[in-house]
């Protein structure tokens, strides 16, 4: 029993460690870029929808810098282990079916990301469902994959 408590002081430490390095000590949100590992910022996918007449989020993508308002994110602490990642539109980043990253307008399970400090001095974030944020595709469609490997590390850049 007390082997396991020691476990969960561990585990809770470690948390407010990788928070307290994510978001400094005064901050539980801030807007940031992410840069892939090929350099690509992650970005809004904005179509028009002819039906409504406007620009709407339709996805996440990685394009060529420099970064612009699309490339912007907020990244907002929800709890000792989890985050999500807001676009500029508002839309949060979900893992949605077939491990798509598509948007959503509210932050629920789908949406709740767990950051990672990787030894590179890169970032990366793993949904819920044991998938990390990817952007592994040449297309440029970010994507949930199943480990966390060169695609799967983003770095950190302030506004």
Known sequence: MLRLLLFFVVLSIAGATVMQALFGSNSERRVI??????GRYLSEDIRINYHLGKDEVYGFQTVAGPPGIHERWTITQVND????????????????HFDEAKPAYKADAWEMLIPKNNTDGSWSFVSRYGKWLSAHRKDGVVEFMPSNLGCEHWWIEAL
């Open 33 to 38: 870029k992410l840069k892939s590992y090929n």
């Open 81 to 96: 282990k989890e985050v999500t990642l807001k676009s500029n539109e508002g839309q949060y980043i979900s893992h949605a």
